[in-house]
């Protein structure tokens, strides 16, 4: 994610990001996920289409994000609510080198598989502009609401959105 802010001051990188930490994109048309294959931190690969037929939570993070390590346990513990009921929540490290997501993730296990997006081909797929940015995808595969940013309550509204998409 750091690439993607490149060339920018950091003042007003931050402020960017701030900006938009807030800003929510729900209840519009759902549109194909776009589908993708990265490494886990397992050592396997993981395609997001094998995972057709589950709702599914992407969360894209990095070690450097404040409110990312915040945010980590809210999501293990709807991965651990909802999973018998095909919810699969994917944590995608955006960071070039995975070595201090690695770490982080000693610190502060989860329960959900992490990708490591080195390239950032995936987060520019889903257009991320901020850290952390949440996708919600259906049980068809399409993309059926957006989240910048994190906030404590935020997680009500994924439980919200999450028990919709699991009665789907």
């Known amino acids: 994610m750091r690439n993607l802010i490149a060339?920018?001051?950091?003042?007003?990188?931050?402020?960017?990001?701030?900006?938009?930490?807030?800003?929510?994109h729900a209840g519009t048309d759902p549109a194909p996920a776009p589908d993708f294959t990265l490494k886990s931190n397992s050592g396997t690969n993981l395609k997001l289409s094998e995972l057709r037929g589950e709702v599914v939570l992407i969360n894209?993070?990095?070690?450097?994000?404040?409110?990312?390590?915040?945010?980590?346990?809210?999501?293990?513990?709807?991965?651990?609510?909802?999973?018998?009921?095909?919810?699969?929540?994917?944590?995608?490290?955006?960071?070039?080198?995975?070595?201090?997501?690695?770490k982080l993730l000693r610190e502060l296990p989860v329960s959900f598989p992490v990708l490591f997006d080195t390239s950032n081909t995936v987060?520019?797929?889903?257009?991320?502009?901020?850290?952390?940015?949440?996708?919600?995808?259906?049980r068809d595969g399409n993309v059926r609401y957006r989240h910048n940013g994190y906030q404590a309550g935020a997680e009500t509204e994924y439980l919200e959105k999450v028990r919709s998409l699991v009665r789907e």
């Not at 404040?66 to 919810?87: A, H, I, T, W």
């Not at 987060?123 to 259906?138: E, G, H, I, K, Q």
């Open 7 to 24: 060339g920018c001051c950091k003042p007003l990188a931050t402020a960017c990001l701030l900006l938009l930490a807030c800003s929510v």
């Open 123 to 138: 987060s520019r797929a889903y257009n991320v502009v901020a850290m952390p940015s949440t996708v919600l995808v259906d």
């Open 60 to 102: 894209f993070w990095a070690s450097w994000c404040g409110p990312c390590r915040q945010e980590m346990p809210v999501l293990s513990e709807l991965q651990n609510k909802y999973k018998d009921l095909g919810f699969t929540v994917l944590g995608v490290n955006v960071e070039e080198d995975s070595a201090p997501a690695r």
